[in-house]
């Protein structure tokens, strides 16, 4: 798992050359300060798949915060998510608000590196538009007004760099009937236009999903003039 090169990061930061393709690649950032995931969790969902992914995982508990997002079916779900890490004390020390009690689908951490305040958001496989206007609101409150923002989650961007779409080949909902009835799921251009356009504070957007062994990476202005940077990592070998 990510736990091993990641401890050894934190001990030694020239080692982020040895372990990963880049320095900081993946969901190590600030030199090993903090570990970012991007899911997938698991292939199938399982249970053996998910005790081995949380041994692994908490490997990082103590020596360096971290945070988690699922992927989407079939190979996490929320159940599983939350059965293996909403009570996993040493995964929740790392988190500040919840958008449901209980639950781990979609949270916020606060982190401090030097004299800069970041704020980290876990947001849920096709955020539904309840979760992007909670996170919206935490982002403008007092409390966090001056904070930079970091988004990850799953899928959003697509190869070509530009937010996923319907359209897009193995899009973040490849049938949103198979979610709901209607269009409160979100893809990565709807996140764009609903969510990270808006708030000047949010700088970077983290994902993965997408097979490429390159680092996708792109620039966007937001609504308030801000460069948005936005990324995918998710190589295969």
Known sequence: GVAEPCIEIQKDES?????TRKSNLVAVITNGTAVLGLG????Y?????WAHAKTEITKLN???PYTLVRGGLPHDSNAQFDNY?????????????YYEAGSVANTYSAFTYGENKYLIFSLDFAAVDDVL???????ESEQFKDYKVIITTHSYLYKDGNPCSQSTPSSAIP??????????YNNGDEMWDKFVSKHENI????????ESNDIIASQALGDNGNVVTQMMINPQG
């Open 45 to 49: 969902d399982t249970d053996e798949e």
């Open 15 to 19: 080692k982020a050359y040895d372990y």
């Open 40 to 43: 997938d969790i698991t292939q």
């Open 62 to 64: 103590g020596v360096v």
């Open 203 to 210: 700088f970077l957007v983290l994902s993965g999903h997408f």
């Open 133 to 139: 206007t909670w996170a919206g609101n935490v982002i």
């Open 85 to 97: 890490f909403a009570n996993e004390s040493g995964y929740t020390a790392n988190i500040a608000g």
């Open 175 to 184: 049938d949103k009937e198979e979610y709901t009835s209607d269009d409160k």
